[in-house]
């Protein structure tokens, strides 16, 4: 990386990144596939790849716009004046080439081999290639000028135009996400494109918000969101509760939307003990799996070891007191065992839960046979998985439980907040930091500690509740250690003791499978392959907690190099902090 | 000093496996008072602060704070009124300052579960007032202002000091600090002296180890030296200072050649010199090895 820097001189930065720019406009009207896929009703390669500019010059979209937008963004971030310039063509860069990169590697593949994006049968088509070279130049041109801190705008708003730059973010945010469910469509064998649509419409958002969080705009509004607390959640559940009438109002994606707010609630539950408390948890999904169970039992449900049917809200009341009172017995160990033994510790009441579960110990799981058929939710007559109308409105089916759930995850959330700032949340930070040092203050650490597993557990369990219901049948197979592994892959990739964190990486971890299932064979890996690649670039998460991000980024809490912050060991007196 | 003493540790022993690090040894630390604890490195000064905390349960012996027994709990002896700090400084890294100090006010707080939960009006007032407590003990201590700045990042002098109003967050009635200067510059030190005498005018006793004698004997009001696990001598700073058993186990030197430096510090210090005052050197009860040298 230095030497990288000694042949890079600031001067260049600039042409670096006007070349860039527009070698990428370039790009985006060059044709990108040699071939038409024929295979899928001869199609080209979506959004018209091999269409040339003179042919159809406004015809440009998907991808391509992608490439054209980051394009002229990038040579006008070179010549205007822009804070952290370089910091936001580096990450302007990083978009071009993962659009590049993803489309290339996907044409080539399906085309059979570098003549597809390249040149055959007389037919030329470099543009993939020509987007990859634009973005590195980018990428090179930030490097040369010297990646800037993060922007921060200290501009101070009256109240009502931060309501409406609130109101404004939020709108956004869900037009987006119902733009990323969409596109593509859903995956599987009669869509080919859903994969790479997707993650190449992820590479260029992740572009450009980068290169806004560069400028300093999500700063700005995540520091807005603080200071209008309750107007932002309250503006955040209505989008949430926007999102059927969207364009992703499908039964498909409400069920998706559904699946996601159950795993989101169980990964928030899971932050405490992970997140905040700092004890690893990897046999967490039992919870989950018994608030399902003790629900199903208590469902009416043919196979239920009750003959009683419990209104839904006692049910999972129910469901939450008996998986926190599992907590408090597997925590119980954390007094005397520390780290890498309470995971062992945890692994194994999760093996345990699952055997049993399998084995229909007490007949209360229903053995390999399950529990089909418990009965949805209904209120007021109204079934939960039947569609709703309301006037001439229909909505779609699936619509009702989705709205149970965001209430499920807005609840799970005020509670994981108002813990987090409260005398127990900083016990539970004090003991993730330094538990001796804790203990020093009178914290009485393992107490804390089996209410953070008492806590967690009962948030699973209440999840667990409304999985019951939704899924209608609850197997032991659901409830396996990959899924464990899954929610605490959410946690971490989100951001450890985030909860936007959470809520984004359970999201990512339901939606990225579903979005890729015509790579199937290769999803794990894929997957995989993506938490690797977080843990080194930002070990903090993608969302990251304030304290999180302080102990694991390459930068201090206001995007401060650590290098150049104090290292509180050097001897001889106080180091002056550099902020 | 008369009155039974606030804290009493007697015959405290502490044994790691065939190594004896604490052999009997007895303090008593009086209401006000400002204690020294000096001793060559591994004479057992930290080891004896963690049995007085309950991190050790101490081999053999008993830790009184106001006549009554401690138990061996970390907690339960904040709790019941003692706070520390640590030699290698154990903030909360990656809380700000103020949630360091918030942390200290942890046993002081009626906050349970369910008040957490729900942020009522008894939260709230809660909360503002272990606020405003962190907020004066920063301001005390000379922090003022920094209490939005992640631990980590503070000058090591400042981690220091969060570290001392963080115990002080305790309320305790004696407060231990071990080696609250180390690593510090001479205007620091003399801040951290001034900030020692105003914790005592607050009326906690205070019990310091520190290696830099000019610092202690300018500080207290009564000197303890530790030699390899034994109380060797024990009085005033002017008695002990001049003590040659002290002076050739504590600093490794002939009692001569040491005796100028210590009339140097004297004079600095604005104290009478050993050598100048009639000094009486208590009888200092034999032991074994007691006069050997500090394995410095
Ligand atoms: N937990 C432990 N297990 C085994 N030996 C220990 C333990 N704690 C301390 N010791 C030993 O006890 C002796 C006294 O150590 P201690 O840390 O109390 O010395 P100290 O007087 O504080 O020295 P320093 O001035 O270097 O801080 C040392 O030999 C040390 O190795
Ligand atoms: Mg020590």
């Given amino acids: 990386m230095s030497q990288l820097k000694d042949v890079l001189k600031p001067g260049l930065a600039r042409p670096l990144a006007v070349g860039g720019g527009v070698l990428a406009v370039i790009a985006a009207l060059l044709p990108w596939v040699t071939y038409k896929f024929a295979q899928y009703g001869g199609d080209n390669y979506p959004a018209a790849a091999s269409l040339q500019f003179f042919d159809a010059p406004f015809q440009l979209e998907g991808y391509r716009l992608h490439t054209l937008i980051l394009g002229v963004v990038v040579v006008v971030v070179a010549l205007a004046p822009v804070p952290a310039r370089h910091r936001v063509l580096r990450a302007l860069g990083w978009g071009l080439v993962a659009v590049g990169v993803i489309n290339t590697v996907f044409a080539a593949v399906e085309g059979g081999g570098l003549g597809a994006v390249t040149a055959a049968d007389g037919a030329i088509a470099f543009g993939g290639f020509a987007c990859v070279v634009a973005g590195v130049l980018a990428i090179l041109a930030g490097i040369a000028g010297g990646i800037e801190h993060v922007h921060v705008w200290r501009a101070k708003v009256a109240t009502p135009v931060a309501y409406l730059v609130l109101l404004v ?265 330094d538990e001796d040092a804790a203990r020093a203050m009178g914290i009485k650490t393992g107490q804390a500690k089996i209410l953070a597993f008492l806590i967690g557990a009962t948030l699973a369990g209440l999840a667990g509740a409304v999985f019951a219901h939704k899924t209608s049948t609850v197997a032991y197979d659901s409830f396996q250690f990959i899924e464990s592994v899954t929610l605490l892959a959410a946690v971490i990739l989100g951001g450890m003791g985030s909860i936007p964190g959470a809520v984004l990486g359970a999201a990512l971890l339901l939606v990225l499978p579903e979005k890729l299932r015509e790579f199937s064979d290769y999803r794990l890996m894929l997957f995989g392959l993506a938490l690797i690649l977080i843990m080194r670039f930002r070990p903090q998460g993608l969302v990251p907690d304030r304290h999180r991000r302080a102990e694991l980024a390459d930068e201090g809490a206001e995007g401060v190099p650590i290098e150049e912050l104090n290292v509180h060991d050097t001897p001889g007196g106080s180091t002056a902090v550099a902020r | 000093m008369t009155a039974t003493p606030v804290l009493s540790a007697s015959n405290v022993s502490m044994v790691f496996g065939g190594l004896t690090a604490l052999s009997e040894v007895s303090l008593q630390l009086h209401e006000g008072q400002i204690l020294g604890l000096i001793g060559p490195n591994g004479a057992g000064k930290t080891t004896f602060f963690n049995c007085l905390t309950g991190l050790y349960t101490p081999t053999r012996g008993t830790v009184t704070l106001r006549g009554r027994t401690l138990p061996s709990d970390p907690a339960a002896v904040t709790v019941a009124g003692i706070a520390r700090t640590f030699q290698n400084i154990r903030l909360f890294p990656s809380m700000t300052a103020l949630e360091n100090v918030m942390v200290g006010r942890h046993s002081r707080m009626k906050q349970g579960p369910l008040a957490s939960l729900f942020h009522g009006p008894a939260y709230r007032k809660g909360e503002a007032d272990a606020r405003a407590r962190s907020l004066e003990l920063l301001d005390f201590v000379g922090l003022t202002g920094l209490d939005d700045e992640l631990a980590r990042n503070l000058p090591y002098g400042d981690q220091r000091r969060l570290e001392i109003a963080r115990a002080l967050a305790t309320d305790p009635a004696v407060l231990l600090l071990d080696e609250p200067t180390a690593g510090m510059n001479p205007q620091e030190t003399e801040a951290a002296r001034q900030l020692i005498f105003a914790i005592r005018e607050t009326g906690v006793a205070v019990v310091v180890i520190e290696h830099d004698t000019k610092f202690i004997f300018s500080l207290c009001d009564h000197v303890s030296v530790l030699v390899q696990g034994q109380l060797l001598v024990e009085g005033a700073p002017e008695v002990v200072r001049g003590d040659p058993r002290v002076i050739e186990a504590y600093l490794g030197k002939p009692p001569d050649e040491v005796e100028a430096e210590v009339r140097q510090y004297a004079e600095e210090a604005g104290r009478p010199s050993a050598a100048e005052s009639t000094m009486v050197i208590p009888p200092v009860r034999e032991r074994d090895g007691g006069s050997e040298g500090g394995n410095r």
């Fill in chain 1, 169 to 433: 973010s939020f709108v956004v945010l869900l037009l987006l996400v119902a733009m990323m469910l969409n596109a593509g469509g859903q995956g599987g064998v009669g869509n080919p494109y859903a994969g790479p649509i997707f993650l190449s419409l992820l590479g260029f958002l992740a572009g450009a918000l980068g290169a806004l969080h560069g400028v300093g705009l999500t700063g700005w509004i995540s520091k807005l969101s603080d200071q209008h607390k309750v107007f932002s959640v309250a503006v955040l559940v209505l989008c949430a509760l926007a999102l059927p009438f969207t364009e992703a109002g499908t039964d498909y994606w409400m069920t998706t939307a559904a699946n996601i707010g159950i795993y989101a609630a169980t990964a928030i539950g899971l932050n405490i003990v992970v997140g905040l408390a700092g004890l690893l948890d990897l046999g967490y999904v039992a919870f989950l799996g018994i608030g399902a169970f003790v629900a199903a039992n208590f469902s009416g449900a043919a196979a239920a070891a009750f003959g009683v049917e419990l209104p839904f809200v006692l049910a999972a009341i129910i469901a939450a007191v008996v998986a926190g009172i599992f907590g408090a017995i597997v925590g119980s160990p954390t007094l005397r065992v520390r780290g890498d033994y309470l995971a062992i510790v945890t692994l194994a009441f999760g093996e345990i839960f699952k055997k049993a579960a399998q084995n229909n110990i007490g007949g209360l799981t229903g053995g390999a046979n399950a529990i089909p058929n418990v009965p949805p939710i209904n209120w007021f007559g109204q079934s939960f998985d039947k569609s709703l109308t309301i006037g001439s409105l229909e909505l779609p089916s699936g619509v009702l439980y989705y709205v149970l759930i965001i209430v499920l995850v807005a609840l799970v959330m005020v509670v994981f907040a108002n813990l987090k700032n409260a005398r127990i949340g900083r016990a539970w930070i004090a003991i993730r930091e």
